[in-house]
C-alpha cells in the first residue's frame, strides 16, 4: 500500500494542477492557449503513468473508474501526440477528473 499512496499523492497533485490550470475557463479559452494545453498534458501524462504503478487491488476496488482508457491515454500523450484531440481532453478534464479525484481521496483518506 505505500506505493500505492506514492501514486496516489501524485495523482492527486496533477489534478490539482490541472485543476488551477484550467480555472475560469471554458473551452474555447482552453483551445486557444496553447501554454495551459501544454500544461495539463504534461500533468495528465504523469497523472496516467502514476495510475498504471497503482496496485491491482486498489483498480478492482474503483470499478466505476476507467483504469484501461487513462491507460491509453498515456500512450497517446507519449507515443501519438500528433494525434492529441484537444477537445477531447477539455471534455476529460472537466467530466472525469472529479470523479477519480474523489477515488483518489477516499484512498487517501
Known amino acids: 500500500m505505500k506505493g500505492d499512496r506514492l501514486y496516489l499523492i501524485h495523482i492527486s497533485e496533477s489534478i490539482a494542477k490541472i485543476a488551477s490550470y484550467i480555472y475560469g475557463m471554458d473551452a474555447a479559452s482552453f483551445l486557444e492557449q ?5 500544461a495539463v498534458l504534461r500533468n495528465l501524462q504523469v497523472l496516467a503513468e502514476s495510475t498504471q504503478r497503482l496496485s491491482d487491488a486498489l ?15 498515456r500512450n497517446i500523450l507519449v507515443h501519438d501526440y500528433l494525434g492529441i484531440d484537444l477537445v477531447t481532453v477539455w471534455i476529460a478534464v472537466t467530466s472525469k477528473l472529479p470523479e477519480l479525484k474523489a477515488v483518489v481521496q477516499e484512498e487517501l483518506g
Do not use: C, M, N
Not at 496553447?34 to 501544454?38: A, E, F, I, N, Y
Open 59 to 73: 483498480k478492482e476496488r474503483h470499478p466505476e473508474i476507467e483504469w484501461y482508457k487513462i491507460a491509453g491515454l
Open 34 to 38: 496553447s501554454l495551459v494545453q501544454d
